[in-house]
Structures are given as C-alpha cells and as structure tokens.
C-alpha cells in the first residue's frame, strides 16, 4: 500500500491521464465519422486510436496501483463507516454553526448517500475495463482494416466499439469526479 502523501500524487497523475483519455477518445470518434465519409486522414485515425489506448491503460494503471490506498484510507475508513460519517457531518455542522449562527435544512441520508457513491465507484471500474478492450479492439480492426481499400463494411462496429470506449471514459470521469468529492485519497 502507498503512503497516503504517495496516493495524493498518483491521483493528480490518474486524474490527468484521464482527461487526456476523454479529450483522445473523444477525438477519435469525432476523426473516425469524418474518416469513414472519406474526409479524414488514415493516419491521424491509426494514430488517435493508439494514443486513446495508451492514456486509458495509463489511467488505468495508475488508478490500479492508488487502489488498496483507497480501500483503505477513504473506502473502510469513511465511505464504508457510518460511525465516521456522522462524526464528520456533526464536526461540520459545529463548524457552521460557529460562523452563522443561523437555522440549518436537515442534511440528507449521509450514510446511504456515502454507501452509494461506493457503489458506483466498483461500478466505474468494471465500465472503465470494458471500455479497455473495446478500445483495443478499435486499434485492432484498424490495424487490419481500410475503408478506402476494403469498404465500409466494418465502419458500424469500429464508430460503435469507440463510442462505447469513449463513452466508458466519460462515465469513469464523472463518477471518479463526484466520488473524489466526496472524499478523496
């Protein structure tokens, strides 16, 4: 297990390595539409194909490693621990209560709400190495297949098969975005 100093900077590499995966993959759905009208260039398609590929198994990667420091130190510790979520939401509202003293709306169900953010965070991971194979799948047929020499045959599954990737990308991005807010390593 990393130190948590350790973590914190594997998540600012993850967290980057991952808006450049949405930013490639994102692009290269965008090339592949213009590629398969015939507009777009073969190499730069090849090209934005390898590099979506290399960021999401780098993000992947580095996400994997910060793994058991999450389990840990954010999982069992807060997510998983209702003990801890309203010791934390009681220290708040103290905190609050000390800088406007004021009439507060009642908090929602935190240990539910903690409990299901954990929930979509294992179901991020389970999307996100889905989205893995498809997008070496897209490099693959890619690898062996030109619409210009071969036809357009193929074209739904690769534009289906990068949309998928991208898609699983976006899906890692927002729910690694709104896990992280509410607690991170």
């Known amino acids: 297990m990393l130190t948590v100093s350790a973590a914190r900077w594997l998540l600012v590499l993850h967290t980057g390595l991952g808006v450049a995966a ?11 539409r213009r590629y398969l009208r015939g507009v777009g ?5 090849v090209k934005f194909a ?5 960021l999401q198994a780098a993000a992947f990667l580095a996400g994997n490693l910060m793994y058991p420091t999450y389990k840990v130190e954010v999982r069992a510790a807060y997510l998983d621990n209702p003990g801890a979520l309203i010791a934390e939401q009681a ?6 209560d000390a800088l406007v003293p004021a009439p507060h709306a009642e ?14 965070f294992d179901v991020k991971e389970h999307w996100i190495a889905l989205g893995l194979f498809a997008s070496a799948a897209v490099v693959l047929v ?28 976006w899906l890692g991005a927002i729910i690694g975005v709104l896990t992280a807010a509410w607690r991170a390593v």
């Open 22 to 32: 949405v930013a490639a993959g994102t692009h290269l759905v965008v090339w592949l």
């Open 91 to 96: 220290t708040r509202a103290r905190a609050l």
């Open 142 to 169: 890619l690898a062996l297949w030109d619409p210009v020499r071969d036809g357009v045959a193929f074209a739904p599954i690769v534009v289906g098969l990068a949309a998928i990737a991208c898609g699983t990308v």
């Open 50 to 54: 390898w590099i979506f590929l290399a």
């Open 41 to 45: 260039s073969r190499r730069a398609v």
């Open 107 to 120: 908090a929602p169900d935190l240990v539910r709400d903690a409990a299901q953010a954990a929930r979509w």
